[in-house]
């Protein structure tokens, strides 16, 4: 069995962890409201470099793991850890039984993804001459991560088009119907906190408002709106809309622009835990085997590639929803076949670094898993979830899931570490 090795870029990644009318000119103006800089890194190239591991004393490992495993601050805790080296698993704490699990669930999404549409698969976005004189018509193929530079460069194609002068500018976003556009186990308040935003299938980072590009901040209730309003600002347009009928299938297209691979996309939705990201990976899933069912279409990937889904229910794609329900022995299994199996391998270079970035950033300061855990994180009310890959000292590479409930959030997250750091000793 080759085990790869993710190291190099850990440690890097460690070290810089140390150091509804036409509303566009109301957007910008709320960018004068004060927010903390983003957060950004360079990703690490993938390594593909076999990890040497060595011999280990299995019964002091044991030994070791027993402790911090029985932390009460850890609530009703299951957990799973194994040996990507050999294959066994060391550390079983009820992992067949399913908890509620929070954004881990988005490596089930990540895996159905990789499996259904490869890591390079791209989503377009095109605009069409509309039906009406002086109209153009955004397609919103479902790439919610559009940002200023993809608007930018529309407009610059639209602009040396043979399109007479712009006037209005709509959005087709019959991609998505027969989608659940905000299921009902959401809370519209979570789109002002940040958390999500309606699921349609042009959005600009992910529905954020006044240029922000990452973090909690307030979602558009209106997200492929305002991609056409923004459209129609860069072109001096007056007007901007949700089109009532999708476009003609032979309407000129004037302007089309890709997003990156996804392997890229599910990097910035794993970083930061982004819910709407998840969600429209989960739609592309999802359209990719002709069904508007997002949670069922991961499902249905993982097993039809074997996986056990034994209790697992999911009523999203991102874990936002308190209804889901999975094993830690199921994420376990997803990640020792990310670290042995070339179909999912690029799922663990999307995984934050311990210290070092995104939801693990401020996380392991005095651990020693600091730079060497890279995992996911999860977090609802009374809800902590690690799920990711621990190089040990000696070279060894675990797997490990972690749920816990029922449980103080800060505490839980605590436990969890001191759990995962254990395994750099061994």
């Not at 076999?50 to 030994?63: M, T």
Request: overall charge negative.
């Amino acid at each position: 069995m080759k085990v790869w090795s993710w190291v190099v870029g850990a440690l890097a990644l460690a070290a810089v962890g140390t150091a509804a009318g036409f509303g566009v000119t109301a957007q910008r103006e709320l960018a004068a409201l004060e927010h903390a800089p983003a957060y950004s890194l360079t990703a690490p190239p993938p390594l593909l470099a076999p990890a040497q591991g060595s011999d280990i004393d299995e019964q002091l490992l044991i030994d070791a793991l027993t402790p911090p495993a029985a932390n009460p601050d850890l609530g009703t805790f299951h957990a799973r850890i194994s040996s990507v080296n050999t294959g066994e698993v060391v550390l079983d704490r009820n992992a067949d039984e399913p908890l509620r699990p929070a954004s881990v669930t988005k490596i089930l999404t990540s895996a159905a993804a990789l499996y259904q549409l490869g890591p390079e698969d791209t989503l377009s976005t095109a605009v069409v001459r509309g039906a009406q004189p002086g109209e153009v018509t955004i397609l919103a193929g479902g790439d919610v991560w559009l940002d200023d530079e993809a608007l930018d460069d529309l407009a610059a194609q639209i602009t040396a088009s043979d399109a007479s002068q712009v006037t209005s500018v709509t959005v087709d976003t019959s991609l998505w119907d027969g989608f659940t556009e905000f299921p009902e186990s959401w809370d519209p308040e979570n789109i002002d906190a940040g958390y999500v935003a309606p699921l349609q299938p042009a959005m600009l980072s992910g529905g954020r408002m006044d240029g922000n590009t990452e973090g909690d901040v307030p979602r558009s209730h209106t997200p492929a709106l305002a991609v056409a309003q923004a459209l129609a600002y860069r072109l001096g347009a007056d007007n901007a809309s949700v089109a009532d009928a999708p476009v003609a299938e032979d309407a000129q297209v004037l302007a089309t622009v890709e997003s990156p691979t996804l392997t890229e996309r599910m990097r910035v939705m794993m970083r930061n835990s982004d819910n709407v990201y998840a969600e429209a990976i989960g739609h592309e899933v999802a359209l990719a085997r002709g069904t508007t069912d997002a949670p069922q279409a991961v499902l249905d990937t993982l097993a039809e590639h074997g996986l056990d889904l034994s209790g697992t229910e999911l009523a999203d794609c991102s874990g936002l929803s308190d209804t889901n329900r999975i094993a830690p022995a199921l994420l376990d299994t997803i990640l020792m076949q990310a670290a042995t199996e070339a179909p999912l391998r690029d799922l663990l270079d999307t995984l934050p670094v311990a210290a070092g970035e995104g939801t693990l950033e401020t996380r392991y300061g005095d651990l020693p898993g600091r730079g060497w855990v890279r995992a996911k994180t999860g977090t609802l009310d009374e809800t902590s979830a690690l799920a990711g890959t621990v190089t040990s000292e000696a070279g060894n590479v675990y797997t490990f899931a972690f749920i816990s409930n029922d449980s103080s959030i800060l505490e839980a997250r605590r436990a969890m570490d001191e759990l995962a750091s254990v395994l750099r000793a061994f």
